[in-house]
């Protein structure tokens, strides 16, 4: 069935205005329900419009039908709108204070409690920034993850009419005067938090008896203080002892505020299964979380705060404490009802007679009225047994049909069931996690309790960044992720970072304040200098320096300025065995030391001209060429611009990054004997070369190089398979292992060997043999070297 929905937009093309209050910020309207006066602390943004006021959506599914609503009531700091012909109605309670104003959904009138026909946009449009932020994700201004704003069009939005909050809100949005900075912007945002937290709509830190302007301002300023250097290291482990050598030799040394340990070094598991999501690794630390808890200590002790890579609160399959000997009764559920025939231990058709107006989860994309399609829903609990459900047939009749069963699904035992048995289905996040209803605030919680297990872990390690992968396995409601991370900040003592993906979680307000929000050391992505040994079964290379740099220099693009050292492959991080086997750990560790001297410091002069060398593609950014940081004859830092030439036919993919995989380098694949045209923008010079022959091919005997049909480069010897071929100049070239370790060196006779500006022939052979064998190759030309201007600033 194709769900219906309507929308109250509010339009205020002036800003916004206030019923009389007690506030200096001010919001009104007149008779007709057009906003009439705005005005944020002593700012006034009203501007008149005649499409102001609040407009009445509904969507058949086919067509929008728009309704200026006119009619209006006030009562005190409310206001309800309703329909010309009376129903629906919609009230509002607006709140306001000195520096901001708060606007609340208070009441519907005339939508059923499961019509999900409804929604109410509200839009402003001021003559100056206004900042705007939803106080809870059942509403939205920014049509984006993060719920902050700043602008002079602002769409607010109510979606989900039919949801409320645990505590039954509606949702609202503050707004405040956007063109504030520094103590002024400080002041406005200290009321907002401190009023807001009174009234019940935002959350502060654990430990606070009061929270007024005062408490907010030194909290923000103590938290500033413990994150002015944020740099990184995801470190990877398979002892205690190992663990401590990386701190010492790598970490400390190199003035590191940060390591970061992924689930598999803490946990031992990536999605909780058979442990707890607080459960330590006794492979890695044998004592426990005593262990753990002493090399946090160790770090403090040098000034290192830990960060856990951590998946959101689930519930696995075999957990020990809600599933094995006893499935909880506080997982959620999407819907109830009994079994309709008795059923033995082994059978795998069962007949299931659900609730009155029980249905099929629709799967379908978050904000709609469907279940989300990465939460799965073919799992019933009857007693303390989960099954999981082949295929279902019949269910629009009385009585459903579950095929195809397995019968004592993972950590619980199949039994025999009595007939009109109580039967729940439930939800299975990507198949691997259950998870818990959203039953804030209700006696016994299960949230709640998840919440504050996570939030005292992380006060007990005085955890400097809480980190929650996989927050959508939550998002039943769209709004539903936001209140449990809210709940486990108001629990946790000490100042913290956060990360889900792509964003802070929105409890950090501290990020809005004057000493943080341009701290670009708080974005998500970061300066990443990466390393990674070759892995097959992808397959991925391992990086060369090319690599390192290139990804580096893109996380610039990506306002990163927290310099971070890791393996970009996702779930892996720094071990001895990497640095031992990789043959340009040295090198990658150079350039770590680079970026964390470089960065803090970098001059947007700088940053515009990497930005002048790469183009964005999506959520990433590609290029032809690789800025190589180094420093030039003066101790300067330079850019050296690398072209990996490509091919005049344009078939060559760029330098580009990939998500969890870092950089993927631009060569051409070709077979031994291949002629290429190639293009060098550069002025005519000598090229570097490198050759990978790969694994499964024959030997290059030999290699010959010839440009332009008479340059040559003639090496002496072999490159057997998986090894690479780099020549950088004079009259050798060094072969490597797969994985970079210089094995030799081979000599060279290089005659008139250079590439001209413009197009080139290349012919990759090689000089003796009869194989054939399949190759990958660069071929590089420099450009002029760059001087960052950020030299100025060391």
Not at 234 to 252: F, G, M, R
Not at 313 to 340: F, H, T
Not at 582 to 610: F, M, T
Request: charged share 20%; net charge negative.
């Amino acid at each position: 069935m194709i769900k219906h929905f309507l929308h109250v937009q509010l339009l205020f093309w002036a800003g916004l205005a206030v019923l009389p209050c007690h506030g200096a910020s001010e919001l009104t309207f007149d008779a007709s329900a057009k906003p009439v006066t705005l005005v944020l602390g002593d700012h006034d943004v009203h501007e008149s419009n005649a499409s102001a006021g609040f407009h009445l959506r509904y969507f058949d599914g086919e067509d929008i039908t728009d309704t200026l609503l006119t009619d209006i009531s006030t009562s005190g700091n409310e206001i309800t709108v309703s329909h010309p012909a009376g129903s629906p109605s919609f009230t509002f309670r607006i709140d306001s204070y000195d520096k901001h104003l708060a606007i609340h959904l208070t009441d519907v009138q005339g939508i059923g409690a499961n019509d999900r026909n409804w929604g109410i946009n509200l839009y402003l449009k001021s003559s100056g920034d206004v900042g705007h932020f939803s106080l809870s994700n059942i509403a939205d201004s920014t049509s984006g993850w993060s719920p902050y704003g700043v602008g002079t069009t602002i769409k607010m939005e109510w979606r989900w009419l039919w949801g409320s909050l645990h505590d039954g809100r509606l949702g609202g949005f503050v707004l405040y005067d956007g063109t504030l900075s520094g103590s002024e912007l400080d002041a406005a945002l200290a009321e907002v938090w401190s009023e807001q937290n009174a009234a019940g709509t935002m959350v502060r830190p654990a430990g606070y008896t009061s929270w007024t302007t005062n408490d907010v301002l030194a909290w923000v300023d103590a938290y500033a203080a413990q994150n002015n250097d944020m740099s990184e290291v995801q470190l990877e482990a398979s002892s205690l002892t190992e663990l401590y050598n990386l701190t010492d030799s790598y970490v400390i040394p190199n003035n590191i505020k940060r390591v970061k340990l992924h689930t598999e070094t803490w946990r031992g598991e990536y999605w909780p299964n058979y442990n707890s999501r607080v459960h330590v690794n006794t492979d890695v630390f044998p004592a426990g979380k005593a262990d753990l808890l002493a090399y946090a200590n160790h770090l403090r002790t040098n000034g290192v705060y830990l960060r856990l890579h951590s998946v959101s609160c689930g519930i696995g399959k075999n957990d020990p404490d809600y599933i094995v000997g006893g499935v909880d009764d506080r997982l959620a559920s999407w819907g109830a009802g009994i079994l309709e025939e008795a059923v033995d231990a082994s059978a795998s058709t069962i007949r299931f007679r659900p609730d009155s107006g029980e249905t099929i989860p629709l799967l379908g994309e978050h904000g709609l009225a469907h279940t989300p399609a990465n939460i799965y829903y073919n799992y019933f609990r009857i007693g303390d047994e989960i099954i999981r459900v082949g295929s279902f047939s019949r269910t629009d009749d009385d009585v459903w049909i579950l095929e195809n069963c397995t019968r004592g699904f993972e950590g619980t035992d199949a039994a025999a069931h009595a007939a009109a048995d109580e039967m729940l289905g439930l939800y299975c996040a990507y198949g691997q996690n259950y998870i818990p209803e959203y039953d804030l605030d209700q006696a016994n919680s299960l949230m709640d309790e998840l919440a504050l297990e996570y939030a005292t872990f992380a006060n007990d390690l005085q955890l400097g960044h809480l980190h929650f992968d996989g927050p959508e396995i939550h998002a039943i409601d769209f709004w539903t992720n936001r209140e449990l991370f809210n709940r486990i900040y108001s629990y946790v003592d000490h100042p913290t970072t956060s990360s889900r993906v792509g964003q802070s979680i929105s409890a950090h307000f501290e990020q809005k304040f004057s000493s943080v929000k341009d701290d670009l050391s708080y974005s998500y992505f970061p300066i990443e200098v990466g390393i990674r040994l070759e892995y097959l079964s992808r397959p991925a290379l391992a990086t060369s320096m090319l690599d390192t740099h290139f990804h580096a220099a893109e996380g610039v693009l990506l306002n990163g300025r927290r310099v971070t050292l890791g393996c970009p492959q996702s779930g892996y991080g720094v071990s001895e065995e990497l640095l031992a086997s990789h043959g340009l750990s040295d090198d990658v560790l150079q350039l770590l030391q680079y970026w964390l001297e470089i960065a803090p410091v970098l001059e947007d002069a700088d940053v515009a001209y990497i930005d002048s060398m790469m183009t964005k593609v999506g959520g990433h950014y590609q290029s032809e060429d690789v800025l190589v940081l180094g420093k030039d004859s003066n101790g300067d830092y330079i850019f050296t611009p690398h072209r990996i030439m490509g091919r005049t036919s344009g078939e060559d993919e760029f330098y580009q990054i990939e998500q969890e995989w870092g950089a993927v380098p631009r060569f051409q694949e070709i077979t031994s004997g291949t002629t290429m045209e190639l293009y060098n923008p550069y002025s005519t010079q000598e090229p570097q070369v490198v050759i990978r022959v790969v694994e499964t091919s024959t030997t290059l005997e030999d290699p010959l190089i010839t440009v332009n049909g008479t340059g040559t480069l003639s090496v002496s010897g072999d490159v057997e398979p998986g090894e690479y071929l780099k020549f950088a100049g004079g009259s050798s070239v060094n072969v490597y292992d797969n994985n970079w370790n210089l094995d030799r060196t081979l000599p060279v006779s290089a005659t008139s060997f250079s590439v001209n500006n413009g197009a080139n022939t290349v012919t990759t052979a090689a000089g003796s043999g009869s194989g054939t064998p399949d190759l990958n190759v660069q071929y590089i030309t420099l450009g002029t070297e760059y001087v960052l201007e950020s030299n100025n600033n060391l």
